[in-house]
């Protein structure tokens, strides 16, 4: 059994990434020192009040603060009234949290080279989890990530990315920055040349799809984390229920079993939830 923290975390900065997207950085617990990537966190942006519901964020980056105290960043889309209030928070308010939750990205030493796809603000969770894989002693030797967006402004942390040591592979809908059109091309075409022993992706559900069908294809293993809707986090709404592939009546909760699933589990061209 998990343990799950709720608490109030404090913020340390929240600065604005463009018209659309922002960076929160909150101080928390040391209990999310074991947090690991691909975990997300249940948010209430104005504390419970309005909207009434918690809204769930991946994990996007931890860090070791002194004193082990730990401070997680939130990388978020502004889409609606949650994420409206999360762009006013200022440093020094407190946010109700609740996490780490969910299963996270499966790594392990065995790996020895590793694609990542990341489409808009499916980066977010893609920064920790190639943090963690650059800083494994017995990681992979070759991690290169595709990044896409539909423009210039929807391509994410690119200078974090590359601090990470990862290769960086752009492109973008519109050909605004780097190769124009989807990710899934120079993907592909990598994989046609070196086959990766896993995929890891995030992005939109179309584009997991893809990434889905591409690794089924070359017969190579791949993680994807989804996006559903969530009341809860922890299993008690069934608001998150996402259709298994092998079987027309089994559902799995997003927020228990994933948001991480191996892609040939999830019935992704119907973006899982043919319910
Ligand atoms: C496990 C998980 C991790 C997530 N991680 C991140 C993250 O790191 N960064 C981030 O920006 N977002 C993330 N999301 C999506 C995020 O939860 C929603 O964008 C957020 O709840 C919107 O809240 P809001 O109040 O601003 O918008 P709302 O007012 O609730 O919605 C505004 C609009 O966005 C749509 N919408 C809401 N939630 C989703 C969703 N999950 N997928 C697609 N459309 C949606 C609504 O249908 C509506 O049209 C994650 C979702 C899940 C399930
Ligand atoms: S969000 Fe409530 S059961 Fe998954």
């Known amino acids: 059994m998990k343990s799950i923290f709720q608490e109030k975390a404090k913020v340390l900065n929240n600065t604005r990434i463009g018209l659309s997207y922002g960076r929160i950085a909150l101080l928390c617990s040391r209990n999310y020192l074991a947090a690991k990537p691909g975990q997300f ?42 994420t409206r209030q999360m762009v006013k928070l200022s440093p020094g308010d407190r946010i109700d949290i ?112 893809c990434v889905a069908g591409i690794a089924e294809k070359y017969e190579t293993s791949c993680q994807v984390s989804i996006e559903t809707v969530m009341a809860c986090g922890m299993g008690a709404c069934l608001g998150c229920a996402v259709k298994e592939k092998t079987s027309d009546a089994q559902y799995l909760h997003a927020c228990l079993d994933g948001p991480v699933f191996d892609a040939c589990c999830l019935s992704l061209q119907s973006g899982g939830r043919e319910l």
């Open 98 to 209: 609740l996490g780490p939750l969910g299963n996270g990205f499966a790594i392990s030493d065995r790996l020895q080279r590793v694609y990542i796809a990341g489409g808009g603000i499916g980066a977010a969770p893609l920064l920790f989890l190639a943090s963690a894989l650059r800083s494994m002693k017995n990681g992979p030797v070759e991690c290169t990530l595709f990044l896409g967006g539909r423009s210039k402004s929807d391509l994410l942390c690119m200078n974090e990315f590359v601090d990470t040591g990862i290769k960086l592979h752009v492109s973008t809908d519109d050909g605004t920055a780097g190769e124009k059109g989807f990710l899934t091309n120079p993907l592909e075409a990598a994989i046609q040349e070196n086959c990766p022993d896993m995929i890891y992706a995030c992005g939109p559900m179309g584009m997991l799809a």
């Open 41 to 82: 966190v249940m948010v209430h942006p104005d504390n419970g009040t309005d909207p009434l519901l918690r809204r769930p964020f991946s994990i996007h980056r931890l860090i070791t603060l002194k004193h082990d105290a730990a401070c997680i960043e939130i990388l978020y889309k502004i889409v609606g009234k949650g």
